[in-house]
């Protein structure tokens, strides 16, 4: 019964069109004249209020076509470098994003982001980007995530392992996105989980249908084995894609 309670408390809530500043939703618009619309395929239903979202990363592709072109209450999760001033990011960019997973050359790189970092601190710093670390501060992105999600925002997480770079079949999930919903559920929420993927050549979101954390928690020992099997799903709906392409032939 209190978890019924907490899970209508979060659909009732009144949910913003916008929860982004007014200069921010102005950038937003004017990138929409360079950057082509992407569709929205859902199995199931569409996006509730207070959801999880797990998506592939496809480098800056899949982040920036949510923000201009999805649901408009969201929340991203990002490595805290990119939420922690220039300089960071600025490293964190060169070196791990650009060099490490896109396989960029360093120099190249770097002379790239002294352009391209300062735009992409000012782009984060209206994102309202939920900040992710590797050690006990993880506790504070679990912390704002459930705020975020009992007042209605959808917490969006690209959970997976990209040590080898973004590829088009991904090779895990790393289990944060678990212990935040475990954590909920301890709360009374028992939060929906959507998987879906991007495919950056059509465009285009496919969205599988919701499935409840306690379903899940029910069904698999382990937080491993729960990012397992919904990497495996997300895989699954990439290949949709590749079907979709042969039948149009």
Known sequence: ???QKQNNKIKQNKVKKHNRKFWFRGLCKFMKLFIKKSEFEYLGEELQPGSIVLINH???SAPLALELYGPKKIRH?????????????YKYQTKVYYHEKKHWNLFGAR??????????????KGLRLISTYRDHRFKHTLEESIQSLKSGESIIIYPEDSTKGYLDELEGFHAGFVVLAKMCLSKGIDVPIYVSYY????????????IKFSELANKYSTKEEIAKALCVRCNEL????????ENNK
């Open 1 to 3: 019964m209190k978890e």
């Open 58 to 60: 496809v480098g800056t």
């Open 77 to 89: 999760w990002g490595a805290h470098e990119m939420n922690s001033g220039l300089i960071k990011l």
């Open 111 to 124: 002379m790239f982001c002294l352009i391209a970092s300062p735009l992409t601190n000012i782009f984060y």
């Open 199 to 210: 495919n950056k050549k059509q465009k285009k979101y496919i969205v599988d249908k919701p």
């Open 238 to 245: 990439g290949k949709m894609f590749k079907n979709e392409t």
